[in-house]
Antibody, heavy 117, light 108 residues
């Protein structure tokens, strides 16, 4: 059974960096892309980027390029998303999701990142 | 970047009625790469439809997707109380993904 479990909520200061983890279960980690999506309070869904856990290759939405880094540790079937130079408008729930025919088929529970001074 | 526009913004219907949600793209989208999601408050989104018309595992057959090119539709044939939620369309093209802004389906 496919399951994605994310790290807990974070409260960060403006200008800091946050790293969110996504531990996966129930399938071959290197066989499927992992996507990151965020949702600001009361707003819609926004794609942040993806990582290919097999090669480590990444692709980021232009809006986040230069501030986001996605990595993985295949030994523990875990993907990570680090966002730097945080601003108040980065306050959002961050989700990881596993690929399902180029859509987001399995989702983590979400990680609330709050940026506040 | 392909922009997806969903309509209506809010749809008010009663259980048992038929719901028709629209997703229009600013450029042609490959039908293989158009998906629909349902999101309830406090929950992660759930994949309903992928490839424009294929139901994801465990999705009831009252949900159906159709369309091609720039116009796509999600239809819920007979609304159940648990179907009232926000629905998003999403497309993939040139290694980039975008979402529509969502349609809120509320109880009339």
């Amino acid at each position: 059974q496919v399951h994605l479990v994310q790290s807990g909520a974070e409260v960060m200061k403006p200008g800091a960096s946050v790293k969110v983890s996504c531990k996966t279960y129930g399938y071959t980690f290197t066989g499927y892309f992992i996507y990151w999506v965020r949702q600001a309070p009361g707003q819609g869904l926004e794609w942040v980027g993806w990582i290919n856990p097999n090669s480590g290759g990444t692709n980021y939405a232009q809006k986040f390029q230069g501030r986001v880094t996605m990595t993985r540790d295949t030994s523990i079937s875990t993907a990570y998303m680090e966002l730097s130079r945080l601003r108040s408008d980065d306050t959002a729930v961050y989700y990881c999701a596993r690929d399902y025919s180029s859509s987001f088929g399995y989702w983590g529970q979400g990680t609330l990142v709050t940026v506040s001074s | 970047e392909i922009v997806l526009t969903q309509s209506p913004g809010t749809l008010s219907l009663s259980p048992g009625e038929r719901a028709t949600l629209s997703c229009r793209a600013s450029q042609s989208v490959s039908s293989n790469y158009l998906a629909w999601y349902q999101q309830k408050p406090g929950q992660a989104p759930r994949l309903l439809i992928f490839g424009a018309s294929s139901r994801a595992t465990g999705i009831p057959d009252r949900f159906s997707g159709s369309g091609s090119g720039t116009d796509f539709t999600l239809t819920i044939s007979r609304l159940e109380p648990e179907d009232f939620a926000v629905y998003y369309c999403q497309q993939y093209g040139s290694s980039l993904y975008t979402f529509g802004q969502g349609t809120k389906l509320e109880i009339k």
